[in-house]
């Protein structure tokens, strides 16, 4: 294990070196099923094509921006998600960075 780490919490005696779907293998070639979802962060699965063409598109037009500014896809994404849950009385939508917000 890499001991270049801050010492800030206990890892799992595993390194991951490709991941598929809901399949992460490690550097021994054991594959192990992501309950984890990167904490719950990443519960799409890993390498969908239709995802990683959607991330290729918009890292090459704008990669992130400040929650002080909108852009054009979060408008619509916005606009969008308030739309397909307005039968359950949602009118407004705050967008977070991390989940901490």
């Given at each position: 294990?890499?001991?270049?780490?801050?010492?800030?919490?206990n890892?799992?005696?595993?390194?991951?070196?490709?991941?598929?779907?809901?399949?992460?293998t490690?550097?021994?070639?054991?594959?192990?099923?992501?309950?984890?979802?990167?904490?719950?962060v990443?519960?799409?699965?890993?390498?969908?094509?239709?995802?990683?063409k959607?991330?290729?598109?918009?890292?090459?037009?704008?990669?992130?921006?400040?929650?002080?500014?909108?852009?054009?896809v979060?408008?619509?994404?916005?606009?969008?998600?308030v739309?397909?849950?307005?039968?359950?009385?949602?009118?407004?939508?705050?967008?977070g960075?991390?989940?901490?917000?």
């Amino acid at each position: 294990m890499n001991n270049d780490f801050m010492n800030t919490y206990n890892r799992l005696p595993v390194v991951f070196k490709t991941a598929k779907g809901a399949v992460l293998t490690d550097i021994d070639d054991k594959e192990y099923l992501d309950f984890g979802a990167g904490i719950a962060v990443n519960c799409l699965g890993h390498g969908h094509p239709s995802l990683v063409k959607a991330v290729q598109q918009q890292a090459a037009s704008m990669m992130h921006i400040c929650n002080f500014y909108q852009s054009d896809v979060s408008l619509a994404f916005a606009r969008a998600l308030v739309e397909s849950c307005s039968s359950v009385g949602m009118k407004k939508v705050f967008l977070g960075n991390s989940g901490a917000e």
